[in-house]
């Protein structure tokens, strides 16, 4: 995951893959100490913030897609199960008849589904390390604990929803529409010096 400070992320073009003679010619400017400073002094004529903070710098459309795509399915289950609770569609459990509340078996038969529906393989993820898996992942917004229910003992999951929506931190995306026309000077003249090396 970058710096949310520092770092934008940006998918460069296909066209020069394979080119090695261009490549070469790329590795040259980045060691010579001439050209990183021509990058240096044109960055400080700039005017800038005093101070950059994440919400500065904009989310690109691939930056979005390797957050996608180096998110556990475990914790995408969970995004999606509190997502799913931040928009009231949760189902009650079956045994309890309680929304936010699951035994062991529910649970679990939910997170197969979820990863059925990715078409992700759950080999990893099996139900007896399954409540293991999830103790990994910190979540202070719920207990596992035994609970009577008709006679009968069950390993249940019970969930405070509210607190486990804020917890789980679900992904916003800024696009950067909000960007002020000092940044994005900003950003083109980072295009431009690109562009020119």
Sequence with gaps: MPNKRRDAIIRASDEMIGNTEYFNEGFKYATDVGVCKYIYDHYMT???K?????????ITEYHKEMIVAHTSLLKMFLQDFAEKAQDNELEPGAISGEVGIYTSDEFYRMFV???????QSTNEITKSNFGVKISHEKIKS?????KKIKGKNYNMYIFDLDAFVAEMDLPSFDTGDDMTDDDAAVVEAAAAIVAAV
């Design 113 to 119: 589904s979820f990863a059925a529906y990715e078409k």
């Design 50 to 58: 005093p101070r950059i903070v994440g919400a500065d710098i904009p």
């Design 142 to 146: 719920y207990k596992k604990k035994t």
């Design 46 to 48: 700039q005017e800038c």
